[in-house]
């Protein structure tokens, strides 16, 4: 018996609706040589819930601030931290032309395949590709590993006798759980992540004052000196301000990641438009929660020497212990921020494997014939998940031989996204300055790749305010970039260097003599899908 549009509580004028956007949406990835091949299961709510959750920015900055303890002090946290929320509101701003120009999953690379001179658009943005795709896998890897880890300071809390038996590899071993979890919820039912995602937006609302309203009503609070002209250099650098340049690093982590949305744009109905103010959103909501928590917290701070003693890695546990007067309380409230953890990595999981699926798309990556596949049942790229997942396992057996070497695959992540950031940036504002980018026509058939012109798409920054933000937004990301590379202190051991300077040109002399020996011969940049 034949079912209604009415029984199933439809309406046709919906259908309609969804069709005509549908249709939209494929004429405007028609325009950039690209053919519609994934199902657009996101609206602007479950995209904006999806960009926060991976940015959950007042939980990264509770995990990562203690880097910015060591060098700053709580005075670097505070002014730090409105120094990276002002920089990367900049970077999305700049992004969200781009994206609105390019609303394709490649993201990067492909802006400025699009962007580049035909001299070196080839190289440029393979290069740009390798950049995306070597951040993205970093930050899988050590966003599951702080929440494995983290899941080991749950056990610590409740538990302090484990810290005698706690070892590295039990890490590890919770890491490839959370991202096996992860790779199920990626890949079981094509629209099983939109619905994950908008639950775990509420999640992160409410938690953040499940978190914060305990800190403020029965912590004793430290005075206003004490979190806003405290200044601390425990790296012995030579200045206060190369300290507090190096402890930035912790707040710049916490803001990782916010462009995943920008990966998912060919999931995204009307993503012209809804990824610009999705991003641009969930940076206003997340840093606005990041700041309160980051404020509070540091007024919580009573004695930090005591809470590194019970729980190194994660000392806001034992904060939140000493503040609620309850072991039970604070883990409850460490575990909202582990859930929300697990959350972020499951989201970048979805945006990796998208970058992965569109660079081998464009014939970039080795394995790009299996890479490019697509499930027929759920219009998921099942494969780059899947290879997303192995390689994040491989690179976490690091952690199980040293630890400190795992701490490059974590900074290369900053260095990786930034990196392709900055080619980006740099060369949307040598178009601008050039007049190279003109407004869009109806007439239009092939725009923003490669054989087509550059037009602005609906979100952009108008005259002045656009050249200005786009020159501050390459300053901001040329200063995280070179200092994503220096060690936490001035006396330099295999202990404490950081390896990312390593592992960065090891990947990029790797790309470079692939593109040389192979690549070259078949990455010609985005290809040209659709016949006009």
Not at 50 to 63: D, M
Not at 182 to 189: K, S
Not at 282 to 291: K, V
Not at 352 to 381: E, Q
């Amino acid at each position: 018996m034949e079912t209604t549009l009415e029984e199933k509580g439809l309406s046709p004028m919906m259908k309609d609706n969804t069709s005509d956007s549908n249709s939209r949406d494929d004429a405007v990835l028609a325009r950039l040589g690209k053919k519609p091949v994934l199902r657009r299961n996101f609206g602007f709510l479950t995209i904006l819930g999806f960009s926060c959750t991976v940015l959950i920015t007042w939980e990264g900055s509770l995990t990562t601030f203690l880097s910015g303890l060591d060098n700053g002090g709580p005075s670097g946290i505070i002014y730090g931290f409105l120094l990276v929320w002002v920089g990367t509101l900049s970077v999305f701003a700049t992004l969200s032309e781009m994206v609105s120009m390019a609303p394709t999953s490649g993201g990067q690379y492909h802006w400025v395949s699009m962007l580049a001179p035909a001299s070196s658009r080839k190289f440029l943005g393979y290069l740009t590709g390798w950049l995306a795709v070597t951040g993205w896998q970093a930050l899988i890897a050590s966003g599951a590993l702080v929440t494995g880890t983290m899941i080991q300071g749950l056990i610590l809390l409740t538990h302090p006798d484990y810290a005698a038996v706690m070892k590295n590899w039990h890490g590890t071993l919770l890491l490839w759980a959370v991202v096996l979890l992860a790779y199920g919820i990626n890949t079981a039912v094509g629209s099983l992540l939109a619905r994950f995602e908008g639950l775990v937006l509420v999640l992160h609302i409410l938690g953040f004052f499940a978190v914060i309203l305990p800190l403020l009503l029965l912590s004793p609070h430290a005075s206003a000196k004490d979190v806003f002209d405290t200044w601390v250099n425990q790296g012995k650098w030579q200045t206060q301000s190369l300290s507090f340049s190096i402890g930035i690093l912790g707040n710049v982590f916490a803001f990782l990641g916010g462009d995943c949305a920008i990966h998912m744009s060919e999931e995204i109905r009307n993503a012209a438009v809804i990824v610009p103010r999705s991003l641009m959103t969930g940076l206003a909501i997340n840093g606005s929660l990041g700041f309160a928590m980051m404020v509070v917290t540091l007024y919580c701070l009573q004695n930090i020497d005591q809470a590194l003693a019970e729980n190194p890695s994660y000392p806001f546990m034992a904060i939140f212990r000493h503040a609620v007067g309850s072991t039970a309380g604070a883990c409850v409230m460490a575990a909202i921020v582990v859930v929300m953890s697990f959350s972020a990595t499951t989201g970048c999981l979805a945006s990796a494997s998208r970058v992965y699926w569109a660079f081998a798309r464009d014939r970039g990556l080795p394995g790009w014939r299996f890479l490019k596949k697509v499930s027929p049942r759920t219009s998921i790229p099942n494969n780059s998940v899947l290879v997303t997942v192995i390689i994040a396992i491989i690179l976490s057996l690091v952690n199980i031989g040293n630890a400190a070497a795992f701490n490059g695959v974590i900074s290369i992540s900053i260095a990786g996204l930034f990196g392709s950031y900055l080619i980006a940036s740099v060369l949307l504002l040598y178009r601008r300055v050039t007049g190279a980018i003109r407004a869009p026509n109806d007439d239009d058939t092939l725009t923003n790749t490669i054989g087509g012109n550059l037009t602005w798409g609906p979100w952009r920054l108008r005259g002045v305010l656009g050249t200005a933000n786009n020159a501050f937004s390459c300053v901001y990301l040329l200063y995280i970039f070179i200092f994503s590379f220096w060690p936490p202190v001035s006396e330099v051991t295999p202990q404490n260097f950081n390896w990312a300077i390593l592992v960065f040109t090891v990947v990029v002399a790797f790309s470079v003599v692939y593109y040389v020996a192979w690549a070259k011969k078949t990455y010609t940049g985005p290809v040209i899908e659709v016949n006009h």
